[in-house]
């Protein structure tokens, strides 16, 4: 399956791995697994992660990453969690220095990139997809870095292993995972038990600003940039709200809308199962999975909620 891909990588010598900006916890995962496992192939390997939530900052060697490519040309970009190539965490002159370029992803992807593409969107996470190319490329000389870099991915994905993207076989991965000496502890408390004052103070501000459509089918909330900011909170650690919209009884779909410091507004959704907001997503640019996508708004903020609102209730 990853045969022409490890050719590749016996052929390369500078390496990049790069997955989609705002980096969650499989996109983390996946590249430095990967990156760990080129070093010590004794490749030039580098993790170009322009930002991240502070909440990884416990996991091993994640101070290691670059910020930018620096190189006129390099042999290899290898691309994560990202179904399509806009959305990776490098500019386009930095993507077209790349000689060769291996794509893998796990999410319905309708314009897939590269030399090497392979796209499994059974698999839970990238993270999972990952596990399965580092056993090939590495005769399964995984360690316990990697394995805790690809619990977290896998992890975060699957919400705790309460989505339905969680299979029999993503357990079995799992259980690999801890039997190499993956540190599900240490990853469960500092991103399930530990929480910053000024994240919960956003939990709050996400419930305030809660709306309802549909006979409370839809749960909504929009919290501005201003909002954000004044509590002390960066771009990436203002994910994660959309769970907690979820989670209320009654509620079959889940918006939570949040401006961004460059001026953006970004939609994430989730879905109690019955309807696929991918579509959603996709009809406004975006993608994602059946239960979880999202898109970043191109209206004005009151037409984008309007178009949003009446496409929802449509699939409702």
Same mark, same amino acid.
């Given at each position: 399956?990853?045969e022409?891909?490890?050719?590749?990588?016996?052929?390369?010598?500078? #390496?990049y791995?790069?997955?989609?900006?705002n980096p969650?916890?499989d996109?983390?995962?996946?590249?430095?697994a990967?990156?760990?496992?080129?070093?010590k192939?004794? %490749?030039?390997?580098?993790?170009?992660?322009?930002d991240h939530?502070?909440?990884f900052?416990?996991?091993?060697?994640i !101070?290691?990453h670059?910020?930018?490519?620096d190189?006129?040309?390099? $042999?290899?970009?290898?691309?994560?969690d990202?179904? $399509?190539?806009t959305?990776l965490? #490098?500019p386009?002159?930095?993507?077209?220095?790349?000689?060769?370029i291996?794509?893998?992803d796990?999410?319905q992807?309708?314009?897939?990139?590269g030399?090497?593409?392979h796209?499994? !969107?059974? =698999?839970?996470?990238?993270?999972?997809?990952?596990?399965i190319?580092?056993?090939?490329?590495?005769?399964?000389n995984?360690d316990?870095?990697?394995?805790?870099m690809?619990?977290t991915?896998?992890m975060?994905?699957?919400?705790?292993?309460n989505?339905n993207?969680?299979?029999a =076989?993503?357990?079995?991965v799992?259980a690999?995972?801890l039997d190499?000496?993956?540190?599900?502890?240490?990853?469960?408390?500092?991103?399930?038990?530990t #929480?910053?004052e000024?994240?919960?103070?956003?939990v709050?501000?996400?419930?305030?600003?809660?709306?309802?459509f549909?006979?409370? %089918?839809?749960?909504?909330s929009?919290?501005?940039y201003?909002?954000?900011?004044?509590l002390?909170?960066?771009?990436?650690?203002?994910?994660?709200?959309?769970?907690?919209? =979820?989670?209320i009884?009654?509620?079959e779909?889940a918006v939570?809308?949040?401006?961004?410091? $460059?001026?953006?507004?970004?939609?994430?959704? =989730?879905s109690g199962g019955?309807?696929?907001?991918? %579509?959603v997503?996709?009809?406004f640019?975006g993608g994602?999975?059946p239960?979880?996508?999202?898109?970043?708004?191109? $209206?004005?903020y009151?037409?984008?909620?309007?178009?949003?609102?009446?496409?929802?209730?449509?699939?409702?």
């Amino acid at each position: 399956m990853f045969e022409q891909a490890k050719k590749i990588i016996e052929e390369s010598n500078t #390496i990049y791995i790069v997955a989609h900006v705002n980096p969650d916890g499989d996109a983390i995962g996946s590249t430095f697994a990967i990156y760990f496992a080129l070093k010590k192939m004794g %490749k030039d390997a580098h993790v170009v992660m322009p930002d991240h939530s502070t909440v990884f900052n416990f996991l091993p060697r994640i !101070d290691e990453h670059v910020k930018s490519i620096d190189v006129r040309s390099y $042999d290899l970009l290898i691309a994560l969690d990202s179904s $399509d190539n806009t959305r990776l965490a #490098i500019p386009k002159e930095d993507y077209d220095k790349a000689k060769k370029i291996i794509m893998l992803d796990h999410h319905q992807v309708t314009n897939p990139y590269g030399d090497f593409i392979h796209i499994d !969107d059974t =698999r839970s996470s990238a993270s999972e997809i990952a596990y399965i190319f580092l056993k090939y490329i590495t005769d399964n000389n995984i360690d316990k870095d990697m394995a805790t870099m690809l619990y977290t991915g896998i992890m975060t994905d699957t919400g705790c292993f309460n989505y339905n993207n969680t299979s029999a =076989r993503t357990m079995r991965v799992v259980a690999e995972l801890l039997d190499i000496g993956a540190d599900n502890f240490l990853v469960n408390k500092k991103i399930n038990d530990t #929480i910053q004052e000024s994240k919960l103070r956003l939990v709050a501000k996400t419930i305030d600003n809660i709306e309802s459509f549909y006979d409370n %089918k839809l749960k909504y909330s929009y919290v501005s940039y201003e909002e954000i900011h004044a509590l002390g909170i960066s771009d990436e650690d203002a994910e994660g709200m959309t769970n907690y919209l =979820r989670s209320i009884a009654g509620t079959e779909f889940a918006v939570y809308v949040r401006g961004k410091s $460059d001026g953006s507004i970004k939609v994430s959704m =989730r879905s109690g199962g019955r309807i696929d907001v991918s %579509k959603v997503a996709i009809e406004f640019g975006g993608g994602g999975h059946p239960r979880a996508a999202g898109y970043t708004m191109q $209206d004005p903020y009151e037409i984008g909620k309007e178009k949003l609102i009446k496409a929802i209730g449509e699939m409702i």
